[in-house]
């Protein structure tokens, strides 16, 4: 299980953090990733890591974002700097054998519930 906390309303420049929070499995095991969704869009990837710690990042994310995880604490950490309005969404966190935000999770991943992010300018 996948529980998401961390969003709320930003101004644009500000920064959020988003913090996803396993139960169940060992995290460190496993890929772990943030996709995205704004209305009327697609869900769309935004940071990955995987077991062995690599990590990967759509270029949009690129400098601002960062993503962490915390095995002991089974967390998953998204810090969100210089936020933009086109990043408003609702922000999933997600568990797979592997994630990478360009490919699709595989029908075995484990989504949470997600949680809202919402920038103005």
């Known amino acids: 299980r996948l529980v998401e906390s961390g969003g709320g309303s930003a101004q644009a420049g500000g920064s959020l953090t988003l913090s996803c929070k396993a139960s169940g499995f060992r995290s460190s095991a496993h890929g772990m990733g943030w996709f995205r969704q704004a209305p009327g869009k697609g869900r769309e990837g935004v940071a990955a890591v995987n077991g062995d710690g690599t990590k990967n990042y759509n270029d949009f994310v690129k400098g601002r974002f960062t993503i962490s995880r915390d095995t002991a604490k089974n967390t998953l950490t998204l810090q969100m700097n210089n936020l933009k309005p086109e990043d408003s969404a609702m922000y999933y966190c997600?568990?797979?054998?592997?994630?990478?935000?360009?490919?699709?999770?595989?029908?075995?991943?484990?989504w949470g519930q997600g949680t809202q992010v919402t920038v103005s300018s």
């Open positions: 997600v568990a797979d054998r592997e994630v990478f935000w360009y490919l699709p999770v595989s029908d075995s991943g484990v």
